[in-house]
């Protein structure tokens, strides 16, 4: 009876122990969020590791052959954050996308984050077209790193 | 420019996404597959024929 006791006890457990979310590393979504499908490919998911950094990359170099333009924070524009955030999504590719634009110089401007320029062409026919697929290329990148956020923690195979 | 090559072009990216992150199996996958990519071109272009008669 004791025995009986004791082995359901180990069973409830080991259940508990099953169902517990594991702790996940913040170095990892970072690298997951900084270039696409490494965060997969670091958890042993190669297939759509390959996937998703094929798609995203595809997607963003679309978007720049469109001469689409990346969103970046401007001043006295709070819904411009909210832009720049779902570019920003695009982790490597976006910085280099800036400093391709803007010149490291750019970047170290004293009014940073403000007063950079997002590249494009508004005149050109794939201008909303390019920044479709830069904002696109963004938002799945985000999705990309709460996938391996979930498989990190166990609650994804 | 083809318009209509743009959109496939997306839709074709965005479907192929959708089907590796939510489905694990081959067969889910190319359903999810082919019924987002459906949805998003045949629906696109329905739409388009209907906002036609509006200026």
């Known amino acids: 009876m004791t025995a009986d006791k004791t082995k359901r006890k180990d069973a409830e457990a080991k259940a508990a122990a099953d169902t517990t979310p594991k702790p996940v590393s913040k170095l990892l979504i970072l690298v997951a969020w900084l270039v696409p499908g490494l965060g997969h490919w670091l958890l042993g998911k190669r297939v759509r590791a390959g996937v998703f950094a094929a798609i995203i990359l595809a997607a963003f170099i679309t978007g720049v052959l469109l001469k689409g333009e990346l969103a970046v924070p401007q001043q006295n524009s709070p819904l411009s954050w909210f832009f720049a955030f779902g570019c920003l999504g695009n982790g490597v590719l976006y910085f280099l996308r800036l400093i391709w634009i803007n010149g490291l110089d750019g970047l170290q401007s004293s009014l940073f984050p403000y007063g950079l320029h997002g590249g494009g062409d508004p005149v050109s026919a794939g201008f909303f077209y390019g920044k479709t697929f830069l904002y696109t290329a963004g938002l799945m990148n985000l999705l990309v790193v709460l996938d391996v956020h979930d498989i990190a923690r166990g609650d994804k195979s | ?55």
């Open chain 2, 1 to 55: 420019m083809d318009h209509f090559i743009l959109l496939v072009w997306h839709a074709l990216l965005v479907a192929v996404f959708f089907a590796f992150l939510w489905r694990s199996d081959a067969r889910g996958r190319k359903a999810l597959f082919l019924k987002t990519f459906l949805i998003m071109v045949v629906g696109a272009f329905v739409l388009g024929w209907l906002m036609f008669p509006f200026p």
